[in-house]
């Protein structure tokens, strides 16, 4: 059996070149100086963000709103509104009591209207919100639950 080799020396170059040369700080113009000793950076000061005494998925806000009637053929029948799987439906013209996120969604449906002229074609006259609606004022949650209960029986009854 052949005898070990001996470990390789760990700062060998393996391709065969000689080791770069170290400056030998007791020449003239190696003098190695040490670095200027300098403080650690003060960490800056961690600052909490002010919290709302309720975060705002709690917070529900309703209004008391008009949905204008139908200003043509094209537009729908009912407001007929929905988010995330929740659907919100009144009809045109009558106090309803609606949540925030309905009226942000109304705000947010916006079409575009066109003229139409022969060898023309097509014109956009501008952009206009889907559903306008009139603020009467605000709303309790508990009105709200009672316009819904008493919207739901009114439409079970209408289905028999």
């Known amino acids: 059996m052949p005898p070990p080799k ?4 760990l ?4 391709f065969g070149a000689p080791p770069p040369e170290t400056p030998d700080p007791n020449q003239e113009g190696n003098v ?9 950076a003060a960490a800056p000061p961690v600052v909490e963000p002010a919290k709302p005494a309720t975060t705002p998925a709690k917070i529900k806000v309703f209004k008391r709103v008009i949905f ?4 043509g053929d094209a537009d729908p029948v009912d407001v007929i509104l929905g988010l995330n799987g929740k659907l919100f439906g009144c009809k045109r013209g009558v106090e309803v009591i609606a949540p925030e996120w309905v009226l942000r969604h109304a705000d947010n449906s916006i079409i575009e209207r ?5 060898g023309k074609g097509r014109k956009s006259i501008g952009k206009i919100k889907r559903f ?3 603020v009467l004022g605000d709303a309790t949650e508990a009105q709200y639950d009672r316009q819904i209960k008493a919207g739901n029986s009114e ?3 209408a289905q028999t």
């Not at 204008?68 to 200003?71: F, W």
């Open 6 to 9: 001996a470990a390789a020396k």
């Open 11 to 14: 700062d060998a170059n393996p």
């Open 32 to 40: 190695a100086t040490p670095p200027a000793a300098t403080p650690p």
């Open 68 to 71: 204008s009637e139908r200003a």
């Open 114 to 118: 066109f003229t139409v002229e022969p």
């Open 132 to 134: 306008n609606y009139i």
């Open 155 to 157: 439409w079970l009854a």
